[in-house]
């Protein structure tokens, strides 16, 4: 399956569609779950104030999947994704109630490259704080 975005109708400063993630403490047992990730800052309150945090943080992969979201899906194919990578600059928050915390991601194509790639760099925010930094996908369009 290839891309559905053709590399001539994309120009630099093109918008993808903004996403919104909510992350809850349920959604980060879940993840644990599947990732082996069970260290205890990502679901022990207690343990994760002990060690100089504010509260739960969210696992720093889980927050960069959720951002690659926004890519894969204006490609409409996650195979067309060359490169992917992120800084992580401020942790996900996540309070221990209904609403847990929201992760907003946004991007825009920054280069167009050789064949058929483009390098799209994406923002992705929590609590009014970028919680990645550098955050840039490699893509290969149709």
Do not use: C
């Amino acid at each position: 399956m290839a891309a559905k975005i053709a590399y001539a109708d994309v120009e630099v400063g093109t918008e993808l569609p903004a996403q919104s993630f909510p992350v809850t403490r349920a959604t980060l047992v879940r993840y644990a779950g599947a990732s082996g990730d069970f260290n205890p800052i990502h679901w022990n309150e207690k343990f994760a104030k002990e060690v100089g945090l504010p509260d739960v943080i969210a696992h720093g992969m889980f927050t960069m999947a959720e951002a690659a979201r926004v890519v894969t899906d204006w490609l409409g194919d996650p195979g067309a994704v060359v490169e992917y990578g992120v800084r992580f600059t401020k942790p996900v928050v996540v309070p221990n109630d209904d609403e847990g915390a929201v992760v907003e991601v946004s991007g825009k194509v920054a280069a167009k490259l050789d064949d058929h790639q483009v390098r799209i760099d994406l923002t992705a925010m929590s609590a009014g704080q970028k919680v990645l930094g550098m955050s840039r996908a490699v893509v290969r369009l149709a």
